[in-house]
């Protein structure tokens, strides 16, 4: 079982960036296959990025490529997402979300596909 913690999020103007971090516990951390998540008010969760568990394969809300960058930190035990050039549209709460997977390229895309979340963190882009 591994529990995730994000942070990093906050107020932020448009064409502003920030980096968001999830740390993990346990010493399995490589063994998830990962993924960030976002809600805003009155919306389905919607996925944004995700990475496979060697950090191998990346996959993006075509909203968001060329503006976001997720990546891992096995040794660590930490997932980022560096977001850049945020637009207001990017408000939510971003959550990251882990998979235990036995196939070190893969990436999941669809909330059902992961077992575990974080409690989320606060992004807020004014215009």
């Known amino acids: 079982q591994v529990q995730l913690v994000e942070s990093g999020g906050g107020l932020v103007q448009a064409g502003g960036s920030l980096r968001l971090s999830c740390a993990a516990s346990?010493?399995?951390?490589?063994?998830?296959?990962l993924g960030w998540f976002r809600q805003a008010p009155g919306k389905e969760r919607e996925f944004v990025a995700a990475?496979?568990?060697?950090?191998?394969?990346?996959f993006y809300k075509d909203s968001v490529k060329g503006r976001f960058t997720i990546s891992r930190d096995n040794a660590k035990n930490t997932l980022y997402l560096q977001m850049n050039s945020l637009k207001p549209e990017d408000t939510a709460v971003y959550y990251c979300?882990?998979?235990?997977?036995?196939?070190?390229?893969?990436?999941?895309?669809?909330?059902?596909?992961?077992?575990?979340w974080g409690q989320g963190t606060q992004v807020t882009v004014s215009s």
């Open positions: 346990g010493r399995t951390f490589s063994s998830y296959a």
């Open positions: 979300a882990a998979r235990r997977d036995g196939v070190s390229t893969r990436v999941y895309t669809r909330t059902s596909q992961y077992d575990y």
């Open positions: 990475i496979s568990k060697i950090g191998g394969t990346t």
